[in-house]
């Protein structure tokens, strides 16, 4: 019944959307101060709270856009961006991480717009201009252009002049910056790809039920979803087989970001939520469905409570 009603939505759906997030974000405030809620180490704790509200909600309604947009999932629905929500819960405070995954939607998009077009040089270039300003701030983001060849094989369209198109585009911001290091007298950041694979992962308390029940809860859904979407891939549109293509090793990606620091696992948030959105707008056991997915919602909210205690 709640999936049913998220697929082809209403007006008011949008206003439940607002609502749930409000909800999954200030329900700690029930038990703890605003200052202990959004807490950080450096910024004001109104300004963490308006960054929290509208960053995730931007990115989960753009991206749910997008895979509506590109035709990857072809039922007009809100259950991506709810799924997106409900994975970022964890992420309470990650100020970088938000602005870098939010800035990869659009090198998404521009992958994704890629598709039957022989010379897609602007989208190209464009891709390699998100990652160049990208890498300045975050220099292990550079593992993402392996998605300009996975991408360009995928769809037919690889040449000399692609890749090309795409170094130019990542240089462009690179150059900008060093003419602006050298104008204004400025040292040259050290900057350093690393990937020490020293992964810390957070320590499971037998007391942390709640926390321990959300990620049965989301082991389960991911397992399930990729399940659905093996089962029936074949079946999709080649279009969606396509972008699904692009998708998994875009996640694959995101695994070598993890292994290298927990918080990265925030860049994973994006195609698991696209997988998990497929799952559960195409399951045909929709009673499943909906249990598991009120079950995501109530637990994902009295997780984020028992985050700040």
Not at 12 to 25: A, P
Request: with cysteine.
């Amino acid at each position: 019944m709640l999936l049913r009603n998220l697929i082809n939505p209403k007006p008011y759906i949008i206003v439940f959307f607002i609502m749930i997030w409000c909800l999954i974000m200030f329900a700690p405030l029930a038990y703890s101060s605003f200052e202990s809620v959004f807490k950080h180490e450096w910024l004001s704790p109104f300004f963490i709270c308006i960054l929290s509200l509208l960053l995730p909600a931007f990115h989960a309604i753009g991206l749910n856009n997008l895979v509506c947009e590109k035709n990857i999932i072809k039922k007009n629905n809100l259950i991506t961006g709810f799924v997106y929500l409900f994975f970022c819960v964890p992420f309470y405070n990650c100020i970088n991480e938000w602005f870098v995954s939010f800035f990869l939607l659009f090198y998404l998009k521009y992958l994704f717009d890629c598709y039957q077009k022989d010379d897609p040089f602007r989208q190209i270039f464009n891709s390699g201009l998100i990652i160049g300003l990208l890498t300045l701030l975050y220099p292990n983001v550079l593992v993402f252009s392996f998605m300009i060849i996975v991408t360009c094989l995928n769809f037919g369209n690889i040449s000399l002049r692609i890749i090309l198109s795409y170094l130019i585009g990542m240089l462009v911001p690179m150059i900008f910056f060093i003419c602006y290091l050298i104008m204004f007298g400025y040292d040259f950041p050290p900057y350093k790809i690393n990937f020490s694979y020293d992964l810390k992962l957070p320590v499971l308390n037998k007391h942390e039920l709640l926390k321990i029940f959300w990620i049965s809860i989301v082991f389960l859904i991911c397992l399930l979803s990729i399940y659905e979407l093996y089962k029936w891939l074949y079946k999709k549109s080649l279009q969606s087989r396509k972008s699904f293509i692009i998708i998994f090793f875009y996640l694959i990606l995101t695994f070598i970001l993890f292994l290298e620091s927990f918080k990265f696992s925030y860049f994973i948030i994006a195609p698991l939520s696209i997988i998990v959105g497929n799952y559960f707008t195409y399951t045909k056991k929709r009673p499943l469905a909906n249990i598991l997915f009120f079950m995501f919602l109530v637990t994902s909210i009295f997780y984020r409570v028992s985050i700040v205690f």
